[in-house]
Every structure is written in structure tokens, then in C-alpha cells.
């Protein structure tokens, strides 16, 4: 039998917070947080809620969260500052699976910067990582990485003006060969991407959000396909993408009701 | 180690407890997959509700303690999901709770149209304002809400007890005069509490919430074996089960099936096939059955 380990919440106070842009803020926490890229814990604000977060910085002592201001959650998340209290719990969810000589490509759409950074990080120069968003200000840490990245964004207001799925499509096209492709932003994105991987044959790995509860595969507010995101994904591979039929299409709401997809985010983004 | 339960043949007597997972066709199917006999749909209320805000479920290590709130999409808003569910290839049991006696009935009459192999009716549930907990404490309205709803369903009944009542088998013996057709026990123990005394506050958005797994094993081995000795329809033992020899115990106490819930956290998806794999292993090296043991510590000597 496993170990069992306790899994109450820890509580931290917020170190140092980091405004990255209008949208943006990232909170740093002084705490050794065992964790692979890709992973999330569940941030406690007391008297307010709890979510998942991908950790969006990561050193041997200290790590970071990155919140993007869009419901009553992260609202009050992005005002919280040096010495306010929070509670998390985790890491949770399986992480993004690297090895080690690939010649790989990043896409991240929007916020799905945040999980991928970490990763980014982790790789060499010889990878590829195409970031793309709504407008500017949606590119985050535009100034972060060793490695170049290729930006666009929908407006044209910084980088090439389109889609990551384009560029994507460009690189391919232009002879670079991929043995891995990580992507995460909004899922019709990941969709697309995804699809791009099957038609040229190359693994991917798509990093799913869900409404979640308990964090650890037990409650079923996550659930998708078969699959238990906060359990078995957050990241899943192109054998469960392919035989997924709620990928892009269905989520649940609190309820528990299953929903297209276009609601689910309406509602999220509430 | 198939067996037989009001008339359905189970592949084992594992069964998955309602609120664990049960939430589409298809994560019933795999939990059925990894090795469960029955699977139980997390209960299905009157009016659409969202449940309670997070944090709803805390690992405490020794169990878990959650205020998940009854989240339902309700009753009439779920017929994608019905179905997907009638091409199901696995037993199933539909649980259903209600704020009164006429709504439990008119959920329960629905759902029965819906023809799962079993409904279960929650009783117990210490996780809303009103719902269910008020009706398994008291003797009377038991009754009254077991026999309203055995009259408007076509499928056997299983009622889902609380270990807060003061007297369970009293609760058991009426829900048997009432009609029921098997007895489910225990739902979660308490409520109780967790404050972070950093913030200083109640873990628990809604502050209380039950407590499961490991911790309430003994609890709920006591309520099954003071339910065995004053009811002759069958149990379905449930509460910290996570090892074959757990489910052992529970089958001596009198247990015909063992429900498995926290215990998906501690051992995984496939903690049914493991746990069904350890009671056959167990057996086997006693030269025992399943029928030989049930009940077995209700005999003096222990033979």
C-alpha cells in the first residue's frame, strides 16, 4: 500500500508579487515545492475559494504562481500582495514527460504560457517555441527566456499577425523536424495543434483545465472522456487524445452537467 | 468471485460509493473496467445545484473530510446522460436524495424510468441545509420516505444509512418493514472540522463536512454488524475500506457486498481489482467462501 501523507494545506505568505502586465500578476511564495513542469496545486484564498494553478516559476526554494484577472477568484487573487496568506496543496496531476535530446516545439497560447515556462526552462536551444495571444498585452513574460521565441498574436499587435497553429504549420513546412510537440492555451487551439501533430506524425502533449474539487482523482468534478484530468492529465499524450471524445468538445459545469465546450468557458470566464 | 445481489449476478462484491467519481457513462464504465462489480452515479437531486465552493474535499492522511454539497445537474436535465447510459454494459445503481418525502418520490419515479439496475435513496448526506440527513436519524420518517418511494419504482430499493443516527439498526429493521430491499451503510461520519489556525478559519468553505476512509473504518464495521442482527435483506458494508482484509472484516460483520470511496485516493482507480484480488487470495489460502464468512463474528466461538 502507498504512504499515506497528509494533505492539508500549507499556508504561505506571499513573498513578492510581480506585476507582469494589465492582465497578469505572478505571486512568488519562499517555499521548497517538489515539482514537475506541468503539475498544479490548489491555492486557497481564505474566506474566498480554492483553484488550480500551474506553478509558473520554480527554484530549489522558492516558486511562483501566475493569475490572470477574469472571475471573482482571480480578481482577489491578483490583489493579494507581500505577506497576505494563502493556502495550497499539491503538486498534483502527472506533468509534462521530457526526454532528454528531443528536438521539440512549444506552443502556448495566452495564459497557457504559465504551465509551459517551466518547461521552457528545462530545454535547449535547438527547441522551437511559438507563443501567441489575443492582443500584446496577453504575451506573457515577453521578456523571459535565453530561448527565441516566435510571437504572433490575433491583431497583429506584436509579432506576426495570426495564429500559433500557423506558425506552427510554417515551421513544419520549412523542413524543421519535430519528436515532440508540448502545447497548452485555449483547447480549440490545443485541438488544432494537435491535429497538425497527427498529420505529420509527431507525439503531443496538451495540457487540459477542467473545474476541479478535490485535486486528486476522488470527487469527479473533472472528469473527461474516461479520463480524470486532475489525475491522469493534467497532460495527456496523443494514445489518449486520440480516443478522447470530450477533447474539445465537452465539460462539466459544477453541477455536474455535461456541456459544449463554449459554455463551460463562458461560464469560467464569469 | 461473482456474486448475486436481489437478483442481478455481480463479476465481484466490490461496489463504488455514490460521490465517488460517478459523475458520466463514461467514468462509470472504466471504474467497472478496474475492476468493480457495481457502480453508483453520484446522487441525483430534484433542481440543478452547483454544490458547495471550494475547498470541498481536504486529505487529512488518515482520511479525508469533505462538504462537496450534493451537486446535481437535476433530475429532468440529465437525458443525454440517460442515453448513454442505456447501452451501458455494467450494473448500476442510481442514488437520489430529495428535500421531502413527495420530492425523493418524484425523483426516484423518474429515475426508475430510466431503468438503472438499482436506485439507492441517500438518507444521510450531512452536506447540505436540508437535504437527506434529517430523514436517517429519525425512525418515522425513514419509513415514511422508504415506503413512498418503493411504491412509485419498478427496480429493488437500497437505502443509504448515516452512522449519525442514535440507534442505526433500529433506522435499518423500520427501512426494511418499509420495503427496503437492501441496506447501504455507513455514508460519511460526522460532521466534523478542520480550522487553519494560520487564517484561522474553517477549511471547509461550508465549514463542516464528513469524514471518510481509513479513519471510519470501525465506525462503520460496527454499524454493519448491529444492522445484521435485525435485518435479513442484504448489506452492502461501505465506510475506510481500502485493503482485501478491510473487506474481509466487513463481510464478518455481515456485509454481502463491500462499497469502496476514499479508498479510490489511497490505492488508485484500480484499488476494486486489488482489493477483490486480496479477498480471493485470502480466502483461498483458508480453504473458505465468501457465504462461509458472512456474518462470522455474530457466532460466539468465531466458527
Not at chain 2, 460532521?191 to 461550508?206: N, T
Amino acid at each position: 500500500m502507498n504512504t499515506i501523507t497528509d494533505q492539508k494545506h500549507i499556508m504561505l505568505r506571499v513573498e513578492e508579487k510581480k506585476v507582469e502586465s494589465e492582465m497578469f500578476a505572478t505571486l512568488f511564495f519562499q517555499y521548497a515545492l517538489s515539482f514537475v513542469p506541468g503539475q498544479f496545486i490548489m491555492v486557497w484564498i481564505p474566506g474566498i475559494d480554492e483553484k488550480p494553478y500551474t506553478i509558473s516559476y520554480h527554484s530549489q526554494d522558492r516558486f511562483a504562481i501566475t493569475i490572470e484577472a477574469k472571475g471573482i477568484f482571480s480578481k482577489k487573487a491578483v490583489t493579494l500582495d507581500k505577506g497576505d496568506l494563502v493556502g495550497i496543496r499539491g503538486p498534483f496531476g502527472n506533468g509534462f514527460d521530457i526526454h532528454s535530446g528531443e528536438k521539440v516545439a512549444v506552443v502556448a497560447g495566452g495564459c497557457g504560457m504559465a504551465p509551459l515556462a517551466t518547461l521552457v526552462e528545462q530545454l535547449d536551444k535547438t527547441a522551437t517555441v511559438i507563443h501567441g495571444a489575443r492582443k500584446k498585452p496577453y504575451i506573457l513574460y515577453p521578456d523571459r527566456f535565453d530561448i527565441e521565441r516566435d510571437f504572433c498574436t490575433d491583431d497583429g499587435s506584436f509579432g506576426h499577425k495570426g495564429f500559433v497553429t500557423d506558425l506552427l504549420e510554417k515551421q513544419i513546412a520549412l523542413g524543421n523536424h519535430f519528436d515532440r510537440v508540448y502545447t497548452c492555451g485555449p483547447e480549440i487551439m490545443m485541438y488544432h495543434v494537435f491535429n497538425i501533430c497527427e498529420k505529420h506524425h509527431i507525439p503531443c502533449q496538451v495540457s487540459l483545465e477542467r473545474y476541479m474539487r478535490c485535486g486528486f482523482g476522488v470527487c469527479g468534478a473533472c472528469v473527461c472522456g474516461k479520463q480524470v484530468v486532475c489525475k491522469d492529465g493534467p497532460v495527456f499524450g496523443s494514445d489518449t487524445l486520440r480516443k478522447m471524445k470530450d477533447f474539445n468538445t465537452k465539460a462539466l459545469l459544477k453541477s455536474g452537467k455535461a456541456v459544449d465546450l463554449s459554455l463551460y468557458f463562458s461560464w469560467r470566464c464569469q | 468471485m461473482t456474486v448475486q445481489f436481489l437478483g442481478k449476478i455481480l463479476k465481484n462484491p466490490m461496489v463504488l460509493a455514490s460521490g465517488i467519481l460517478g459523475n458520466s457513462k463514461d467514468i462509470l464504465e472504466r471504474v467497472h473496467e478496474q475492476g468493480c462489480g457495481l457502480v453508483t452515479m453520484k446522487s441525483i437531486g430534484p433542481e440543478p445545484r452547483d454544490g458547495h465552493k471550494n475547498p470541498t474535499v481536504i486529505d487529512l492522511g488518515h482520511g479525508m473530510i469533505n462538504a462537496v454539497g450534493l451537486p446535481t445537474p437535476g433530475h429532468l436535465n440529465m437525458e443525454n446522460e440517460w442515453k448513454e447510459l442505456e447501452k451501458r454494459d455494467f450494473p448500476l445503481v442510481a442514488s437520489v436524495y430529495g428535500g421531502s418525502v413527495k420530492e425523493y418520490q418524484m425523483v426516484a419515479e423518474y429515475v426508475s424510468s430510466k431503468k438503472p439496475d438499482f436506485i439507492e435513496i441517500n438518507i444521510s448526506c450531512p452536506n447540505s441545509e436540508q437535504h437527506g440527513m434529517i430523514f436517517g436519524i429519525n425512525p418515522q420518517s425513514s419509513h415514511d420516505v422508504v415506503s413512498a418511494v418503493k411504491k412509485v419504482i419498478d427496480v429493488p430499493l437500497i437505502v443509504k444509512l448515516t452512522p449519525q443516527a442514535p440507534d442505526i439498526a433500529r433506522i435499518a429493521k423500520v427501512c426494511e418493514d418499509a420495503g427496503a430491499d437492501a441496506i447501504c451503510a455507513i455514508n460519511t461520519v460526522g460532521p466534523g472540522m478542520v480550522i487553519d489556525i494560520e487564517s484561522r478559519l474553517p477549511v471547509l468553505a461550508f465549514k463542516k463536512g464528513g469524514l471518510s476512509g481509513p479513519m471510519i473504518k470501525p465506525i462503520a464495521v460496527r454499524c454493519v454488524f448491529d444492522i445484521y442482527r435485525t435485518v435479513a435483506i442484504p448489506i452492502i458494508g461501505l465506510g475506510g475500506v481500502s485493503t482485501g482484509e478491510d473487506a474481509i472484516e466487513m463481510i464478518m460483520a455481515g456485509a454481502s457486498l463491500v462499497g469502496i470511496g476514499s479508498g479510490v485516493r489511497y490505492r488508485g482507480m484500480d484499488v476494486f481489482q486489488k482489493v477483490a484480488d486480496e479477498m480471493e487470495t485470502w480466502l483461498l489460502d483458508h480453504h473458505l467462501s465468501l457465504e462461509q464468512i458472512k456474518g462470522a463474528a455474530h457466532k460466539e466461538n468465531g466458527e
